[in-house]
């Protein structure tokens, strides 16, 4: 079984995917964190994420491994490396490029192919990597809850952020991911929407488990 949850940044679907998963004993394929290990090595090289000739000459020598929960990067676990909103903006404007969503798309559909079982999330889990997916989740909420969210989440990594930064960050990324010409966040009509902007993750897990049953 597959389950598809897509959605924009911050709109809860990693956690809820990630409880999920381990709820149902499903492998976990966050897909978002292949485009953010790619990103990182640009950052690290000190190329520019608009040069997309630069950009898919790093990707032909670059190998990314998700292994559980954990994201490789030429061997080394980066997963915690990943995680800033740096490297979150510069990884939408590498997941433009239809080269880098083509290799993407054919890792992470074998990865589920491997898994049989799981839950995955990210931007096109349910219209490119798996459109026969069981079933398809559209997780949404407002920008400003969202930024507020993800305003927690980096203070409890140790980040300090400024709320209308992340807000403006936001916005800007969302306008990428949903106006992209390759892949745009754009849910289809077999999607089920949720906008947790006003739920408790307690309440939209309950929601998708009584989905799952039915
Ligand atoms: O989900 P996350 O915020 O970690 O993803 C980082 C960026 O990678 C997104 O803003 C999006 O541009 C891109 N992405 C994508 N397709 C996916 C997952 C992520 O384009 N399946």
Known sequence: MIIAIDGPAGSGKSTIAKLLAKKLGFTYIDTGAMYRALALKVINLSLDPNNEEEVLKVLENTKIDLVDDKVFL????????????????????VARYKK????????????????????????????????DADLKIFMTASPEVRAQRRV????????????????QKIIERDKMDYERKESPLRPTQDYIIIDTTDKTIEEVISYIENLIKK
């Open 74 to 93: 030429d061997g080394q676990d980066v997963s915690a490396h990943i995680r800033t909103e740096e490297v979150g903006n510069v990884a939408s404007i």
């Open 100 to 131: 880098v969503r083509e290799e993407m798309v054919n890792k992470q559909r074998q990865i589920g192919i491997n898994a049989k079982n799981a839950v995955i999330e990210g931007r096109d889990a349910g219209t490119k990597i798996f459109p």
């Open 152 to 167: 927690q989440q980096l203070k409890e990594k140790g980040f300090l952020v400024d709320y209308n930064h992340i807000l």
